[in-house]
């Protein structure tokens, strides 16, 4: 990389010093770079709950391909989101035997308890919830996962652990 180049990086980074080893670390974990691409964006997800614009153009930059090919992997994998998640990204599956299961009651539940519809964060940006493909826990239908973790069968009572896992700020009553 040219001086110009790491100059460039640098004015235009929106990540600090250390989010920026981390991600050039990504570029160097597998035979090809582009193989870290998707773990990098993973990371930002992490950090920024979604990947901003100004996130592709710098990690297009890091991966030495385009912004349009970064947006086009953000748009592909529903992993990544555009605008901002919860804290706690609730994901309900609702695969054929999740629905089957009663998916739908606990979409309900959730829309309820949260005071928030799918896609949308609680105002303290402390949850979200969406529904997602089978999350390859179909024995514990409806499945529930919180940030990628399996939670088990999504029960009221488990969605109200869930959201009390904040102090039950979010109950609805
Ligand atoms: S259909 Fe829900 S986990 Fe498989």
């Given at each position: ?19 920026e080893?981390?991600l050039?670390s ?25 990947v ?50 009663g ?18 964060t ?5 949850f ?46």
């Open positions: 990389m040219s001086s110009a180049q790491a100059q460039s990086l640098v004015e235009a980074s929106p990540f600090s010093p250390e989010e080893k981390i050039n990504w570029t160097k974990a597998y035979p090809h770079p582009m193989m870290g691409l998707l773990e990098a964006m993973r990371q930002v997800q992490t950090w920024h709950l979604c901003r614009p100004k996130d592709e153009e710098y990690l297009a930059d890091l991966f030495k391909t385009t912004q349009n090919h970064v947006h086009q992997v953000a748009t592909f994998f529903p992993l990544f989101t555009k605008k901002p998640t919860g804290r706690k990204r609730i994901g309900l599956c609702h695969g054929l035997s999740c629905a089957m299961a998916s739908d009651r606990i979409a309900e539940l959730l829309e309820k308890k949260l005071r928030v519809k799918e896609f949308e609680t105002p303290d940006g402390e979200s919830w969406e529904e997602m493909e089978c999350l390859g826990a179909c024995e514990h239908a409806p499945a529930i996962i919180v940030n990628e973790e399996l939670k088990g069968k999504a029960t009221e009572n488990l969605v109200d652990e869930v959201i009390a896992g904040s102090g039950g700020r979010h109950n609805g009553q």
